[in-house]
């Protein structure tokens, strides 16, 4: 019994590890295809900067990060709010990224 409970945890810590990496790598694709150069990328694990309107229609699946990237376009610093995944399944796929700038101009 004690071996089973260990092997379930190992597998929870593995699955969450797995659907980190798998956003992180989705944020660089989109961050990449959009002519952007991720400075600092900051995972909302308590969601405390989070405004209430994305907190509410936020799925536990989705991740929210934290982002200050340089945009090469307009040669500027921009920050803002990345959500990644489907709000189902939380899956990581290339049309699952919402972003919120903090300045849209």
Do not use: C
């Not at 959500?83 to 972003?99: C, E, K, Q, S």
């Amino acid at each position: 019994m004690p071996l089973l409970f260990l092997l379930l945890i190992a597998g929870a810590i593995g699955l969450s590890w797995r659907h980190y990496q798998n956003a992180r790598a989705l944020l660089n694709d989109w961050a990449d295809a959009n002519g952007l150069r991720i400075l600092h990328a900051k995972s909302n694990t308590f969601w405390l900067s989070v405004p209430l309107s994305m907190w509410l229609t936020t799925s536990k699946y989705q991740m929210i990060f934290r982002i200050s990237v340089y945009d090469e376009s307009i040669h500027r610093i921009r920050t803002g709010l990345v959500r990644l995944g489907t709000p189902i399944w939380g899956i990581m796929n290339r049309d699952a990224v919402d972003v919120f700038w903090d300045n849209p101009n």
